[in-house]
């Protein structure tokens, strides 16, 4: 079935780092592909999303491109902030089905 | 417009007894999920609502989840004989739905912290 797998965190970086957390899949047929956030003490928003191959999406300075060949999805920011701190989770998606979801990245940015 | 709205926000209920959790989507959207969210965990889907077709219910872990939807607007999520393993935040959802619904966004409520004593 289909599944999502993303790095294990805890992330620690220092303000004006680069980040990565890796997400890869494994789904039949053409998913679309999202990253959602959760803020300290709020709900999960959507951060980015792309729906073909070669897509990139893009928000906040964060970007993920959907690579067919590598069934990835990695999250980057050239230079994170402290309130960049946050559960960053990768998720998968189909029509007629809910989003599978990764376990969940927790990024903390100390100044 | 309104986002997704959950409620209540917080629910503490002893052992045994049954809980309602209430979501009402954003308006105009076909699709509502619901989501459970233990801590530390990433979320796992429960059931999924179509416009008028039968709800996917893969997802509900026993026969004491269950989940009703009237029309394309809100949805209760009922818990029966609750158990300390039921604590979780419970996350509601909507999307537009349609035929191409897996590339719509979900867009999430704040979500019901239940916690069972």
């Known amino acids: 079935g289909n599944s999502v797998t993303q790095m294990e965190g805890p992330v620690t970086l220092s303000e004006e780092a680069f980040l990565t957390i890796n997400c890869t899949y494994t789904?039949?047929?053409?998913?679309?592909l999202f990253w959602y956030v959760q803020y300290p003490g709020e709900g999960l928003q959507l951060l980015l999303k792309?729906?073909?191959?070669?897509d990139k999406g893009s928000n906040k300075g964060f970007e993920a491109t959907y690579r067919k060949e590598t069934t990835s999805f990695h999250l980057e920011k050239g230079s994170v902030q402290v309130s960049d701190s946050a559960v960053y989770f990768c998720?998968?998606?189909?029509?007629?089905?809910?989003?599978?979801f990764g376990k969940g990245t927790t990024l903390s940015v100390s100044s | 417009g309104a986002g997704v709205s959950q409620s209540p926000s917080n629910k503490v209920t002893e052992k045994g007894k049954d809980v309602e959790l209430r979501c009402d989507p954003i308006?105009?959207?076909?699709?509502l999920y619901w989501y459970r969210q233990r801590l530390g965990q990433g979320l796992e889907f429960l059931i999924y609502?179509?416009?008028?077709?039968?709800?996917?219910k893969s997802g509900l872990p026993s026969d004491r989840f269950s989940a009703e939807r009237t029309g394309e607007s809100v949805s209760t999520l009922t818990i029966q004989r609750t158990q300390q393993e039921d604590s979780a935040v419970y996350l509601c959802?909507?999307?537009?739905?349609?035929?191409?619904?897996?590339?719509?966004?979900?867009?999430f409520g704040p979500g019901t912290r239940l916690t069972v004593t």
């Open positions: 959802a909507s999307s537009p739905g349609g035929g191409t619904s897996g590339s719509r966004a979900q867009y």
């Open positions: 789904a039949t047929g053409y998913p679309s």
């Open positions: 792309a729906t073909k191959a070669d």
């Open positions: 998720a998968l998606g189909q029509a007629g089905t809910a989003l599978i």
């Open positions: 308006s105009g959207h076909t699709a």
């Open positions: 609502f179509q416009g008028n077709s039968a709800p996917d």
